[in-house]
């Protein structure tokens, strides 16, 4: 079984916040991810190329509320890939939180409206230390967790709540993923996330962006993954690859998406 430990880190980001914040924080962390699914052509997510037309012949979904030219290539791999190792990776990115090495967070500023609000700051950060757990094996809830002081953050200076949502972007996540004994570094590129405010105080949402499925295969020849791992995803990825076209037209890059829950945090600065 191959086993992975997710970690995740976004590039800095230089500006400061200019909305008016004052002191009032409101941070939430994600208690499980998961890869973004289809059914029939719908799938949650971004229109990341800015086209819903088929791109190197790859057709886009369409969002659950009808919005044309998502991308998520990457969920039409998912029935495949389940019947692989390589959908292990789900549940071992929800060992990871519990056990705090992936304590993905986000921070708003100056929220006074969580259905409307035309001014507020987000960041987008990692917390370190072990987490405690409800008793149904998630993270407990109003919890206190320390900002990791060595993880680079992501903060928006200015963003706005409509509807419930927010969506910042584009920005350059790293993934790095630890395999037995390789540390290996993934870029998740023009990625965009959306957090839905829900009335019962939890928050949930999509992040995605476009993934160089070459990162993918180099873990697959390592020579303690299934064998037959490597030649299934080198069938899959030949058709999928949906973005970043070069200079011969062909696609270098496969979209993908994550859909993720939250519980309400407070956030401790060391």
Request: aromatic share 8%; glycine share 8%.
């Amino acid at each position: 079984m191959t086993i992975f430990a997710l970690l995740m880190a976004c590039r800095p980001y230089d500006e400061r916040p200019t909305c008016d914040v004052a002191d009032k924080r409101d941070v939430w962390v994600m208690d499980e991810i998961r890869f973004s699914r289809q059914a029939e052509g719908v799938s949650d997510g971004f229109d990341l190329d800015g086209t819903a037309d088929p791109v190197c012949g790859v057709e886009d979904r369409t969002s659950p509320s009808g919005q044309p030219g998502i991308d998520n290539s990457f969920a039409t791999l998912i029935p495949a890939l389940e019947q692989t190792e390589a959908m292990a990776v789900e549940s071992l990115i929800l060992a990871a939180i519990n056990d705090g090495d992936l304590l993905l967070m986000y921070e708003f500023g100056g929220l006074d409206d969580r259905t409307e609000d035309d001014c507020v700051s987000f960041e987008f950060l990692r917390g370190h230390g072990l987490p405690l757990l409800g008793t149904d094996g998630y993270l407990e809830a109003d919890q206190t967790i320390a900002r990791d002081p060595d993880a680079a953050s992501y903060p928006f200076a200015e963003a706005a709540v409509v509807d419930r949502s927010i969506e910042v972007g584009p920005m350059l996540v790293d993934l790095p993923f630890h395999i037995f004994a390789l540390d290996l570094e993934f870029g998740l590129e023009d990625a965009r996330i959306r957090v839905d405010l829900h009335e019962d105080g939890t928050s949930s949402g999509v992040f995605s962006g476009a993934m160089d499925p070459q990162q993918v295969l180099d873990v697959a020849a390592n020579e303690d993954v299934d064998a037959a791992l490597y030649g299934i995803l080198v069938a899959l990825f030949a058709n999928t690859k949906d973005l970043a076209p070069d200079e011969t037209g062909a696609c270098t890059r496969i979209s993908v998406g994550f859909q993720f829950t939250t519980r309400p945090a407070f956030l401790y600065e060391e």
